[in-house]
């Protein structure tokens, strides 16, 4: 795929979606931050029928903690892993108060220094929450960056490295969601909506569906 392909297809994302943002339910970024610790390995539906009924009540570290894990825990307990989940989101929040006077860092390494968080998630609030132009790859994103020719590799971070280096710089902020949605509802994994698909005319793929 070149250059002018990959313009092409941001832009006629752009022009569908001009603000394009997470599924998660959240009003700050530390119940952003709580909302994607959450996710992992769960549906953004889930998380959100968890975190609507928590965050009314607690959605400060000082109010998590006051909570207790067990206390935490009665709110997540329809979610996957919600045991170490809760250990994570507890121990988090003590950092937060400990190290950054209970706000949620802006910067990667502070990020990744709290407990459930990884280079994914780090990357997700990064953008999300304070609007770095970062590339965080999920199942959806590795998925179509291959099938469609958009950055192929064999593994999430080089997909990742490769989306930061070939996406044009003025898509950058909105690509994360833009892949995310397009991989969620068109490009889905068993059999893509290549008919109901804005860029299948740019697109690598081979096997395309009516």
Not at 60 to 78: H, Q
Not at 98 to 125: F, M, W, Y
Request: net charge positive; charged share 25%; hydrophobic share 35%.
């Amino acid at each position: 795929m070149n250059k002018e392909k990959r313009y092409e297809i941001f832009r006629r994302w752009r022009e569908d979606n001009r603000h394009p943002t997470t599924e998660l339910n959240y009003s700050s970024p530390f119940e952003l931050l709580i909302a994607v610790i959450l996710s992992a390995q769960s549906t953004d539906k889930g998380v959100n029928k968890a975190t609507d009924k928590l965050f009314p009540v607690a959605n400060t570290p000082e109010a998590i903690l006051a909570l207790g894990e067990d206390g935490l825990k009665e709110y997540i307990k329809t979610i996957g892993l919600y045991n170490s989940k809760g250990k994570n989101i507890i121990k988090t929040c003590q950092i937060l108060i400990e190290k950054h006077n209970s706000q949620v860092p802006d910067n990667r390494a502070a990020l990744e220094a709290l407990h459930g968080v990884g280079r994914k998630t780090a990357n997700v609030v990064l953008n999300t929450a304070f609007g770095h132009p970062t590339m965080a790859v999920d199942t959806h994103i590795f998925r179509i960056s291959n099938r469609t020719g958009i950055a192929k590799g064999k593994n999430v971070l080089e997909v990742e490295k490769k989306l930061l280096r070939h996406i044009p710089k003025e898509f950058m902020v909105d690509a994360h969601h833009w892949l995310i949605l397009h991989g969620r509802y068109i490009c889905v994994a068993r059999k893509p909506k290549c008919g109901a698909c804005l860029i299948s005319d740019l697109c690598d793929f081979k096997e395309k569906t009516e």
